[in-house]
């Protein structure tokens, strides 16, 4: 992936280290420790882990080291953005301010939400014959309140969104053993603005299921009974 995107307002720098005393764990701890930015954070059914706000640098880095945010081989196709304000869009891209993250994970790696939700198939499923050469990604992605309500999430995930798109040869190279890619989000119905987030970059909602199941921990409180919206679309195909 590209190690850094631009667009008109933002610069996106890719995460390559997790290590402490690095500038990209600074950045995420920030995120990471803000309340507002992490309340739609939950317990993961999947990994059976509390991600809530965190306490510390060391609690943040431990979260990453358990799931690196580069990609290894148990986990290729791994991809974080660092997203940056830039402060002189028209006359200089060195001055920035940190504002948030964008996240891909492939699902066959991390674990697949849908399947521990028991998300239907029918909200989720790929067309059969392009199944096996396709990787699903989850899109996720975490702003600090200062910069809410300004267009940058969307102007962001949009422009990962065309860097998956990307038709060079180290682009291909990236997604490989597969030869299509197909991004996925499964959101808190209450959770409004990432709702509209991905209504704006125009990711296809494929429908609504009223989850049901033993309570997770999200937006604040331990919830049993949740509307997950599912959206997912080719972006390679
Ligand atoms: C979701 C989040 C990333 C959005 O960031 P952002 O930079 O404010 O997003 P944008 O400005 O690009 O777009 C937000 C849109 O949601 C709308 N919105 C904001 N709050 C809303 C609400 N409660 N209900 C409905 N729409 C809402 C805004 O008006 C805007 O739409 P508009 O451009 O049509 O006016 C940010 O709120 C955040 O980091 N939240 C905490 C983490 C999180 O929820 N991550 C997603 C987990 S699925």
Known sequence: MDPVILTPRLKLTLVTT?????????WYHQLRSNE????WKQVQPIHSLIHGTSKSLEETEKGWKA??????????????????????????????EYIG????????????????????????????????????????YGFLPAAWGKGFATEA???????????SNAARDFWRPFTKVYVRAIVNGMNGASLRVLD????????????????IFHGGEWRGEVDLHIYGMYLVE
């Open 67 to 96: 799931d690196p945010p580069y990609p290894t081989v148990e986990s290729p196709h791994r991809v974080n953005y660092a997203v940056h304000r830039l402060l002189a869009p028209d006359t200089d891209t060195t001055q920035t």
């Open 36 to 39: 507002q930015s992490s309340f």
């Open 200 to 215: 704006k970059v125009g990711i296809a909602k494929r429908g609504i299921y009223a989850w049901k199941g033993e309570p």
């Open 18 to 26: 997790a290590e402490k005393g690095s500038q990209d764990l600074a």
């Open 157 to 167: 995930v949009q422009a990962v969104m065309e860097a998956c798109k990307a038709t």
């Open 101 to 140: 993250h964008v996240n891909l994970r492939s699902v066959s790696t991390s674990g697949d939400t849908a399947r521990a939700l028991a998300i239907p198939e029918t909200l989720t499923s790929l067309p059969p014959a392009a199944a096996a050469a396709t990787v699903v990604i989850e899109v996720g």
